[in-house]
């Protein structure tokens, strides 16, 4: 029998802000490619696609956070993977209520069919997104049982990669 190959994990290092947007549009990427090979794939897709909006969401999120001065344990205890928490932050609102306009606009553009997002809000998706991807349903998206339902995130991808290339959005807090 071959020996396997040895690997050498890397030491736990903290990127900056910068790293996390990164990674933020990758995740976001990934997800958009499940997104548009749902319909033609034999097994669902939109759970795995959900799950890596969520990531994508979070970076993004602790990376302004980041840049705001907190450190990788300050984001670590207080925040976690709570995506919610993060994004109702006071210094956040001016971001989300552009964000929920965002989201309008795509939506008219693109002629979606799926729900209305002036009744369900990115914040409502926020939270109940937050439900799946964290702690409070034991992690649905991570620990399936049976059909996890899932709200329609197409909006928030669009809203979220709109954040990460527009570096006029990616600033916004309550004091600009």
């Not at 994990?9 to 790293?19: A, M, R, Y």
């Not at 997800?31 to 548009?36: D, M, Q, R, V």
């Not at 959900?50 to 840049?67: D, M, W």
């Not at 984001?75 to 965002?102: S, T």
Request: glycine share 4%.
């Amino acid at each position: 029998m071959p020996d396997k190959p040895k690997m050498n994990l890397p030491e736990l290092v903290h990127g900056d802000s910068q790293d996390y947007d990164t990674m933020a549009a990758s995740y976001l990427l990934a997800a958009e490619y499940l997104w548009k090979k749902e319909k033609d794939e034999q097994f669902p897709l939109v759970a795995p696609a959900t799950q890596l909006v969520c990531i994508g969401l979070e970076l993004f999120l602790k990376a302004r956070l980041l840049e705001s001065g907190l450190t990788h344990d300050d984001l670590r205890k207080n925040y976690g993977h709570n995506i919610y928490k993060m994004w109702m932050l006071p210094q956040f609102e001016v971001m989300r209520r552009n964000a929920q306009a965002i989201a309008l606009a795509c939506v008219e553009v693109k002629k979606s069919e799926f729900s209305d997002p002036n009744v369900y809000t990115l914040d409502w998706t926020i939270k109940y997104l937050d439900r799946l991807y964290g702690g409070s349903t034991n992690q649905a998206l991570r620990y399936p049982k049976g059909k996890t339902e899932v709200p329609y995130v197409q909006p928030l991808l669009w809203v979220v990669y709109e954040l990460l290339n527009n570096p006029d959005w990616r600033s916004w807090t309550s004091s600009n």
